[in-house]
Structure formats: structure tokens, C-alpha cells
């Protein structure tokens, strides 16, 4: 399956051709239930009344469609307007306000904000394998962005007026960057040894050279790679080349992290001027995604899109069937209801709008 690369292309602005296009992406080895994750006996359902796209599991007695289960269940967006929120996020360097998001898809500027924090929420790794590896080098940084606290949390001060509560305290980040590979980063409470440690162990394979700037939070989980080189930046030492083991010639330098900072800061900056403390791990999470498959590793904009749109199905269905459910068959109907009930809800956990989660 190609995304599109056009926006003239139908599924921009045709429902059933996006709602079409969805479904391959997300089904692309067959229907599956997204309630017990059955793929066999699954019917599409007809009917005037029904509307196009549903399917019917025996095993839950329920229906869906191809937004059950994924970040566009109880949405009202048309899935046009998804893709092309998608598409626009997916491709440009520095994100898309929610401001242009709600000129660009016609939609009120409350939905364009929900539909693109859950599009975020799509592009945040699940399931993350360790960057870097034998050979590979691991770049160690972190930066402070911002303010913390909420913008909208302020106190009254006689003299002052409104002011924002916590003072001048910046938001702080950590990032890992492998050359020539993906980034990660998170919003670190404090930059502590003991963080960047829980970071680098969970992120990092440590059969890779970790480089860093002299910071000593990286000393003791330094140890623990194959090398761990640091430059001066308070000597203005910014890249150093060095003999290594193989008698090649080695880098050591974290300028490949700085670049990743650079992109982050002037996205936030230019594009989402105002990012409170508790949504900083969602707009890090897209710029990971999108360093991580961006173009000079191979990645073009429809194929990013892609990748996107698949983080957007199954990412938080954990519900799983369980041999008592499984022969639910003699329970009774209210028992049948209760149980459609509780799937329903764990299917729809993790969606609450308020992303109060
Ligand atoms: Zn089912």
C-alpha cells in the first residue's frame, strides 16, 4: 500500500476512499477483530441503515469499523480529515499548529487540538529496541526548553498581578540520538545520574560507544558501554577524532544530539509557542518520529505518513480473551452485555479526550 503523496489525490477528500485506504493500511493481512483480535469469521455487514464499513465478530457478537479500537474511535472528524492531519503532521519538519490545523482541515480549533495530540500519541514508540549496537555510536545530551509548570497555573501577586507559578524553572529534556539512526528523548523531572541512567540502560545498547559532552551524569552508566568518550564544551571542544581499537580513525562528538535540540527548539518556538509541562513527552514523542524516520534514512513523506497512520490502530487494545470468555457462549444475555460492556471500555481506555491518563 502507497500513501498518496498528492493532496489532490481522493482519499484527501473522498470518505470512502479514505475510509478504504484505512483499512488496508490497518488490515492489511486480513480483518481482525479489535475487541478479541479474531481474524477468522469476521463478516462485513451490509444494509441500507448500517452505512459502509462495518464488520460483524460471532466470537464478541459486536460490530466495528476500521475507527474502532484505534485513536479515531469517538472522534466525529471525517477520516479525511484525519489522513490529511496525518499527512501535514508526518511531513512537515516542525510540526503543524493546532491554529492551522483548524484553518487548513476546516475543523473548530478544540478538535484540531485533540485530533493532533492523539496523532501524536500514534507516532510515540510502544515498544522501543534499544538504539545503537556493536559498532554503532550513541549520542547522550540534554536541554532546558520553556518554562515548567501549566501556563494557564498562575497566582495573584498585590503589585504584580497575574503571574505564572513556578518562577523562571525551565522544562528539562534528555535525549539519545544514534548516529545515523533514531532519536529518543523524555521529559526528565531532574538531571540526575540516577535519570540518565534509568534512561540510557531502558534506551541505549550498551555494546555501542556512548559519546557525551563532561557532564558526570553520564560517568557511572558510561561505564557500562563498550566506550564512553566525552568532549569539553567548556574548553569549546566540540569534536574530537581519536585512534580507535581498530586502528580506524574515530569522532567523538555530540553534535548529532545538538542538531536534534535545534530542530525540537525552533519547532517549539516557531510552531507551538505555548506547551504546557504535561503534554512536553507528546510533542517529543513527534520529534522523535519524525528524526527517526526522516528522509536521509530512506523515509519519504508518504511512507512517514504510513508509519504513522499504523501506530494509530491497537496501540492501547489490551484486551485479551480469556478462556472463560471464550465460552461465554452458554452465559446468559445480560452476562453477554456486561462482557461487551467491559470490552468496549478496556478497548476505549487510553482515549479519554482529557488525556487525563
Ligand atoms: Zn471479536
Known sequence: MRTPELLSDPV??????????????????GVYCPFCGALDDIKPLGGESMGAGWFYCPACQDKFTVRVGSVMERSHIPLTKWLLGFRLMASSKKGVSAHQLHRTLGITYKSAWFLAHRIRECMAVTDPAPLGGEG????????????????QDTIFITGKGWVRRGGEEKMK?????????????????????????????????????????????????????????????????????????????????????????????RGMRGVYQHCGEKHLHR????????????????VEDPERTERAIKGAAGKRLTYRRTNSQASEGAASHTARLAARRARRAATRAGFDPRFSH
Open 12 to 29: 484527501y477528500h473522498d470518505e470512502e476512499a479514505a475510509r478504504l485506504y484505512l483499512q488496508e493500511v490497518r488490515w492489511s493481512d
Open 136 to 151: 554503532k555510536t550513541v549520542e547522550a545530551d540534554e536541554t532546558y526548553f520553556g518554562r515548567a509548570g501549566d501556563p
Open 173 to 265: 529534556v534528555m535525549t539519545l540520538v544514534e548516529r545515523g539512526g533514531g532519536a529518543r528523548s523524555i521529559h526528565a523531572d531532574r538531571l540526575t545520574s540516577a535519570e540518565a541512567t534509568r534512561f540510557l540502560v531502558r534506551n541505549a545498547d550498551r555494546a555501542s560507544e556512548l559519546n557525551t559532552d563532561e557532564s558526570h551524569i553520564y560517568e557511572r552508566v558510561g561505564r557500562g558501554f563498550s566506550a564512553h568518550d566525552a568532549v569539553n564544551h567548556g574548553k569549546e571542544e566540540y569534536a574530537r577524532y581519536e585512534k580507535a581499537k581498530d586502528g580506524k580513525k574515530k569522532v567523538i562528538t555530540t553534535n548529532t544530539v545538538e542538531g536534534f535540540f535545534s530542530i525540537f527548539k
Open 283 to 298: 510533542y517529543l514523542a513527534e520529534f522523535d518520529f519524525r528524526y527517526s524516520n526522516r528522509k536521509a534514512l530512506g
